[in-house]
């Protein structure tokens, strides 16, 4: 007799506030009748005590004893409704109708493909114009992005970026950049409840050529292609990788004022002390490449300015504010940077090394003050999995880096000179892609 493999059987429990959130992944996904069990929210630091009681009491949504609908997950047989499988198709007309300017623009907002700021309406016309800022063909794939490792991924070609370029009020001449950003697959709406925020740092000739702000208020809201550019990372998220929509796909808590134009900001090169190379370089670039680099974290924690003193030493009570889970990014003034390279710094890898071995944290305080770093690598420590294993045998009083490894910091020159000041963001490098083969 010959036996089918079966899968294992499973009875998903989620907390009542991502009840639409999971309904829409499983119908995604090809099960729209999967079995749900939902007890209250939050379970996060809450006692096991009060755990139980929520097993023994009703589910929030159906009303039914959670353990009995546990059991009934498991054993009752599938009915007919919850046999059937297939996945969701995502129909979409390539043109909408004519219809008035204003009437265009309630249609964006009423159907969530807008930041809620006013947009650039992406006719046919304009479209045109900013494919023409490059080579590649209309309907050639650029990515594929996705708003979470739960979600599906959507793919997306060169025209739709475009809509969202022109949707974002950016030039054709930046197109290769925002092409680039959209290469990399990486969302600038990651849905957590931890309300992620997305950082994009632009490098080489490309900056100067689409006149960048690099110096004086590069960081603000006072530069085109910074806005737009960063802006367009975020409508692409939007509406070409799942992202968004509160409550349903997007969970973050808070959310974050950096998704607006994710931080975009070019490096100043220019102002680099000799021996410090641009972050592109760094990464394995050539200098004459022009390159855009994104990055994970929060946001913009802590800003300062050097009152007198050596400033290096400062530093490493800025990167105390950043979880060990996250990494750092300090984006500092060129007259920081001349300072520092004064104070001994002859590379960017100099003073990152350094700050790495000067940022400790107990081993205890790692292990238990940091939600992130006990429900993802606690697990992995426990099965053997390298360093974490080895930090599990550390004794409670003993000192370790914050940081798992010295890349998981940044230095960056930006701004005019005008103050010897610096700002502490905890963002993570995640990766670089290349706007030349973009253009």
């Known amino acids: ?247 349903v796909i997007y969970q973050g808590s808070q959310g974050s004022t950096v998704n607006y134009n994710n931080n975009c900001v070019p490096e100043n090169e220019e102002a680099l002390p000799s021996g410090w190379e641009p972050l592109h370089v760094q990464k394995g670039f050539k200098p004459e490449e022009s390159v855009v680099s994104v990055f994970s974290g929060w946001g913009i924690g802590r800003a300062d300015f050097n009152r007198g003193g050596i400033i290096h030493v400062q530093i490493p009570f800025f990167l105390q504010t950043c979880s060990p889970f996250a990494g750092a990014t300090l984006y500092l003034d060129p007259l920081v940077a001349v300072r520092l390279k004064e104070e001994g710094f002859d590379t960017k890898k100099d003073l990152v090394q350094w700050a790495y071995k000067s940022s400790l944290i107990p081993i205890e305080d790692y292990w238990n003050k940091y939600q992130l770093i006990r429900t993802f690598n606690l697990p992995k420590g426990e099965k053997g999995v390298e360093p974490y294993a080895s930090w599990l045998k550390l004794p409670k009083d003993a000192l370790k880096p914050r940081f798992e490894k010295p890349e998981d910091i940044t230095v960056l020159v930006v701004g005019g000179g005008t103050n010897p000041a610096w700002q502490l963001g905890d963002f993570k490098y995640i990766a670089s892609a290349s706007v030349d083969k973009w253009r």
């Not at 809509?163 to 930046?174: D, I, L, R, S, T």
């Open 1 to 247: 007799m010959k036996l089918e493999k079966m899968g294992v059987p499973t009875a998903p429990v989620v907390t009542m506030v991502f009840a639409e959130l999971v309904k829409k992944v499983a119908y995604n996904g090809g099960m729209p009748n999967k079995r749900f069990t939902f007890v209250p929210h939050p379970i996060v630091a809450v006692p096991a005590s009060v755990c139980r009681d929520y097993l023994q009491g009703n589910d929030p949504i159906t009303g039914k004893i959670v353990i009995q609908e546990i059991i009934e997950a498991l054993t009752k047989p599938l009915t007919e409704p919850e046999k059937k499988v297939g996945f969701l198709e995502r129909a979409e007309p390539r043109l909408l109708g004519p219809d008035t300017a204003g009437s265009l623009q309630n249609l964006f907002l009423k159907n969530g493909w807008t930041d809620y700021l006013p947009i650039v309406l992406p006719t046919e016309e304009k479209v045109a114009e900013m494919l023409k800022g490059t080579s590649r063909k209309p309907d050639e794939v650029v990515g594929k992005m996705q708003a979470s490792g739960a979600h599906p991924m959507w793919s997306y070609t060169v025209e739709k970026v475009a809509v969202n370029a022109v949707m974002a009020g950016a030039k054709p001449e930046y197109f290769p950049v925002i092409l680039a950003i959209a290469s990399t697959g990486v969302t600038s709406l990651f849905t957590s409840t931890t309300s992620f925020a997305r950082a994009v740092v632009v490098n080489g000739p490309i900056r100067n050529k689409i006149g960048m702000n690099s110096g004086i208020g590069s960081m603000g809201p006072f530069n085109h292609a910074n806005a737009t550019i960063g802006r367009a990372w975020t409508l692409v998220s939007l509406n070409l990788g799942g992202s968004g929509m509160p409550g």
